[in-house]
């Protein structure tokens, strides 16, 4: 399809993208300073019946995985974020056909394990530590060399993690100083299986061990000192590759075939932690989230959440395409502060900016420990959380590993979120219940994850709005 036929959008927030695939640098599109800013102010209360989009982790493994399978794959509740398409846009610069019937619909043309072509440049992964990570191991196995680069925040990301094994795989990748990005992956290595303790739990590090096992020569093992999101290890079980697999365990060998399938992607638990935050806050809402995905290695927040006296119901729960899912409904309740099972941790990693909001709105003290995974994210969003809540008068003691909330009234104010997507949406919510009016600053990133935030927080009843310039 010639570029003038793709469907372009400067959907919120503001970021020229094709939706048809994924075209444009994601990084330039993101450095150019498209500076997008919110104005969050007291809400009444939060009603209604919304549907969050797509798993992000979910759909950036359904394109890698349907591009390696043999046949045509048909993918929905597809993530249509700025993510998710750098990942498609890597698989259609390798020679992968992917068809976009539908915004949240893909139709992947897998060219199997080995019909990747070489890519005739730099593959940009944008803001996303999924796709780069798991693309590194994933093209660690391939008979062409390549380059992964990312955006300014992505650039900072330690990926010494992922070479470190796959150098003991017998992958030859390059960085920068330090194990940053870009990456250089050489082709031609011939990859032998590991049997490898993670040192941190990471779900990106297991997945790009297993990816590049798939071209390994004997058995692939991961022992996970946590358990973490398995969504790799279903997908390629439903996809026909023989794989064991348990809590914090792994196994593979080389060698087989993915058959194409249909793939069901889930909502993403993490984009709708922001309304059960934010309808808890608000007091006399009554939301009902639909069909939320419900894996247990990411629901951690909504167990943290009760612990502080949300009430939070789930209804319906059911499979959905191999994916445990239920409708939340979530009425507002007083929160009172809680020290944070370490326990909890791994299952609501990408919950802490909005579980910082509900210790900073909830009656005492709230202690978090055991995630200086935190301060290596999209940005150290323990930093840029506690930095924000005391400019709206919240009383914070950062430690490295997490921090000391006191609870307390949240006041209007100018924050930052300094690019960071879970960053930006969480002071959104802040600003529901802060006594004037909240400034969130660099909030472009949010279509990484969440098109569409403004709109569907709006319809719900939060007062947000992009700032005019
Ligand atoms: C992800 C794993 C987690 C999570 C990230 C998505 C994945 O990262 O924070 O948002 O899709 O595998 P780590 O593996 O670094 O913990």
């Known amino acids: 399809m ?135 191991g994933l093209l660690a196995g391939q008979k062409f060399s390549s380059t992964l680069s990312g955006d300014a925040s992505l650039s900072k990301r330690p990926m010494r993690r992922v070479i470190e094994p796959l150098s003991q795989m017998g ?7 330090g194990g940053l990005p870009p990456l250089q992956i050489d082709g031609g290595a011939n990859l032998i299986g590991i049997d490898y303790r993670l040192p941190v739990a990471s779900a990106q590090v297991k997945s790009a061990i297993l990816l590049a096992g798939l071209y390994a020569q004997g058995e692939t093992i991961v022992h996970e000192p946590h358990p973490t999101r398995d969504y790799t290890e279903r997908m390629l079980a439903a996809l026909g590759w023989p794989i064991e697999f348990s809590a914090g365990y792994a196994r593979i060998t080389g060698g087989h075939r993915l058959r194409a399938g249909a793939i069901r992607v889930p909502t993403d638990f993490s984009s709708a932690a922001f309304f059960l935050v934010a309808a808890t806050l608000v007091p006399g809402s009554d939301l009902l989230l639909r069909e939320v995905g419900m894996n247990p290695r990411r629901t951690g927040l909504l167990a943290a959440l009760r612990l502080m006296g949300a009430d939070i119901v789930e209804e319906n729960p059911r499979e959905l395409g191999g994916e445990s899912v239920a409708d939340l409904r979530v009425r507002s309740a007083p929160l009172h502060g809680i020290d944070v099972p370490i326990a909890l941790v791994p299952d609501m990693i990408d919950e802490f900016p909005i ?78 219940i802060a006594s004037d009016v909240v400034q969130v600053r660099d909030c472009a990133n949010v279509a990484t994850s969440f098109p569409g935030f403004v709109n569907l927080a709006n319809r719900c009843g939060f007062v947000l709005q992009l700032e005019s310039a």
């Open 171 to 177: 992958a030859c990748i390059t960085s920068e100083t």
């Open 2 to 136: 010639p570029a003038h036929q793709h469907r372009h959008t400067r959907g919120e927030p503001g970021i020229p993208r094709c939706l048809d695939c994924g075209a444009g640098s994601v990084s330039n599109a993101i450095d150019s300073g498209a500076l997008v800013n919110y104005l969050s102010s007291a809400s009444g209360p939060l009603h209604g019946e919304i549907r969050v989009p797509g798993d992000k982790s979910v759909s950036h493994r359904a394109i890698m995985l349907a591009s390696l399978a043999e046949g045509r794959s048909q993918i929905s509740g597809f993530l249509e974020g700025e993510d998710t398409l750098a990942t498609a846009a890597a698989f259609a610069a390798m020679g992968v056909r992917i068809e976009t019937p539908s915004a949240s619909e893909r139709i992947v043309h897998g060219v199997g394990l080995h019909g990747l072509r070489a890519p005739s440049h730099t593959i940009d992964c944008g803001n996303a530590g999924t796709g780069m990570r798991l693309l590194t």
């Open 355 to 432: 579980l910082f909001v509900a210790a900073a709105a909830a009656k005492g003290r709230s202690v978090i420990r055991g995630a200086a995974e935190l301060r290596i994210k999209e940005s150290d969003r323990i930093a840029v959380m506690a930095k924000g809540l005391r400019e709206l008068g919240i009383t914070i003691e950062e430690t490295p590993d997490g921090a000391i909330i006191e609870g307390g009234i949240l006041r209007g104010g100018a924050v930052d979120a300094i690019g960071d997507h879970r960053c930006a949406m969480s002071f959104a919510v802040a600003g529901l």
